[in-house]
Nanobody, 116 residues
Framework: QVQLVESGGGLVQAGGSLRLSCAAS????????MGWYRQASGKQRELVAG???????SYADSVKGRFTISADNAKNMVYLQMNSLKPEDKGVYYC??????????WGQGTQVTVSS
């Protein structure tokens, strides 16, 4: 089992920045992919950014150049630095972990609100 706890959400003005953190615990050694998803009200959950164990990253087109995902393996932490935030970035952001056994884990989510 893997437990994920997000933090760092909040209210920010358009153009501002937030840094989300995800603390992972449990069977960390089985994890090979981690990512951040978001879900806006009335919409499906979508992948925002992902990072694999080798360090390669990927981003949704809508956040490229503004968001950066990173990992601190020594601390079992994954971060999402969000810059130049837009009102359409509003939503609940979830940390996700996927194991090499194809098990998937989710955090409880953290709310991000961007005012225009």
């Amino acid at each position: 089992q893997v437990q994920l706890v997000e933090s760092g959400g909040g209210l920010v003005q358009a153009g501002g920045s937030l840094r989300l953190s995800c603390a992972a615990s449990g069977s960390i050694s089985s994890i090979n992919v981690m990512g951040w998803y978001r879900q806006a009200s009335g919409k499906q959950r979508e992948l925002v950014a992902g990072i694999i164990s080798g360090g390669s990253t990927s981003y949704a087109d809508s956040v490229k150049g503004r968001f950066t995902i990173s990992a601190d393996n020594a601390k079992n932490m994954v971060y999402l630095q969000m810059n130049s935030l837009k009102p359409e970035d509003k939503g609940v952001y979830y940390c996700n972990a996927r194991s090499r056994f194809l098990h998937e884990y989710w955090g409880q989510g953290t709310q991000v609100t961007v005012s225009s």
